[in-house]
């Protein structure tokens, strides 16, 4: 049965950093075009930062040149380095498969920065 474990959420002071995993089982990884999406307490979940299985990256406006996704297929395992955190970073950070569907969602990882 596939599925994507978060780590590495946590408690930092604005101005610091954290990174997150994702990692993957029960699917064929390094094929998967992988996605991280976070979604701050009463707002929408929001698309961050997405890897194809080549490594082209994309990012929101707002993290980029901040966050920096990237991918290990030798580990299954999906990063999202985030630097500069600001408090509007807080959120629930979630890993997803976007591709092949069906869509896959991790659990999810708490992000807390504090200004």
């Known amino acids: 049965q596939a599925q994507l474990v978060e780590s590495g959420g946590g408690l930092v002071q604005a101005g610091g950093s954290l990174k997150l995993s994702c990692a993957a089982s029960g699917t064929s990884f390094r094929v998967n075009i992988m996605a991280w999406f976070r979604q701050a307490e009463g707002k929408q979940r929001e698309w961050v930062a997405r890897i194809t299985s080549a490594g082209t990256t994309n990012y929101a406006d707002s993290v980029k040149g901040r966050f920096t996704i990237a991918r290990d297929n030798a580990k299954n395992t999906m990063y999202l380095q985030m630097n500069s955190l600001k408090p509007e970073d807080t959120a629930v950070y979630y890993c997803?498969?976007?591709?092949?569907?069906?869509?896959?969602w991790g659990q999810g990882t708490q992000v807390t920065v504090s200004s």
């Open positions: 997803k498969r976007e591709w092949p569907r069906p869509d896959l």
